[in-house]
């Protein structure tokens, strides 16, 4: 049976061909420090992000857990309704993909869209997925080209299905899913929101 995702790649990809879980803590692990911190389903820490300076910088790095820079993500300053390129290679001057303000969108709901594919050296085409959630908090789904949902992004609830606090998020993952983006898709929400 074919995939119903393709992984997008990256040059530190990391895919799995099952769902996988994460709880994210919008806190760093370095005291007074702002960013997050991704833990897998085993508790162990896999990716973070540490803003040393202040909050909501308009450059931000994505780490796997030795402090491996994985993903840049540059908030462009010069428009209005904000624009962010995440670059997967440090040495790369061409976005790996691009997220903006989806225009038309009404009540409590927002949607950002994504351009995917703008590395022209990563031989795949450009494809336009989209995220859509409530401007309330930081619950998101990612949904791709067509429509299928890729992740979701929620908030944690303990075993009793008490919520665990604003900042304690709960993502599921669907197969095939390259997981560096969609930890870096709710890097950019976090600096939207301003959590971190």
Same mark, same amino acid.
């Given at each position: ?8 790649? /990256? ?8 769902? &996988? ?12 420090? *702002? =960013? ?8 162990? !820490? ?32 010069? #428009? ?18 691009? %997220? ?7 009540? *409590? ?10 590395? &022209? +050296?990563?031989?795949?085409?450009? /494809? /336009?997925?989209?995220?859509? =959630? /409530? !401007? ?8 791709? =080209?067509?429509?299928? $949902?890729? +992740?979701? !992004?929620?908030?944690? #609830?303990?075993?009793?299905? %008490?919520?665990?606090? &604003?900042? %304690?998020?709960? %993502?599921?993952? &669907?197969?095939?899913?390259?997981? $560096? ?6 890097? $950019?929400? =976090? ?6």
């Amino acid at each position: 049976m074919a995939k119903v995702h393709l992984c997008i790649p /990256s040059s530190s990809s990391s895919c799995s061909t099952q769902r &996988e879980t994460y709880t994210i803590w919008m806190k760093s692990l370095v005291l007074n420090s *702002n =960013g997050y911190t991704v833990y897998d389903s085993n508790g162990e !820490v896999v990716f973070r992000i540490d803003n040393y300076d202040s909050k909501c910088r308009s450059e931000v790095y994505l780490m796997d857990l030795r402090g491996n820079i994985v993903c840049t993500i540059l908030r462009k300053k010069l #428009l209005r309704f904000g624009l962010w390129d995440c670059y997967n290679d440090k040495d790369s001057r061409i976005p790996w993909f691009k %997220v903006g303000k989806a225009f038309g969108f009404f009540n *409590n709901d927002y949607i950002y869209d994504i351009l995917v594919g703008t590395n &022209e +050296a990563q031989s795949i085409s450009s /494809s /336009s997925h989209r995220m859509e =959630g /409530s !401007v309330d908090n930081l619950e998101f789904k990612i949904f791709d =080209g067509k429509g299928r $949902i890729m +992740a979701v !992004v929620q908030r944690k #609830l303990s075993s009793s299905g %008490v919520a665990l606090g &604003e900042d %304690v998020l709960f %993502v599921t993952i &669907e197969p095939h899913i390259d997981h $560096i983006f969609v930890m870096s898709l709710v890097a $950019i929400l =976090g600096l939207i929101r301003r959590k971190m």
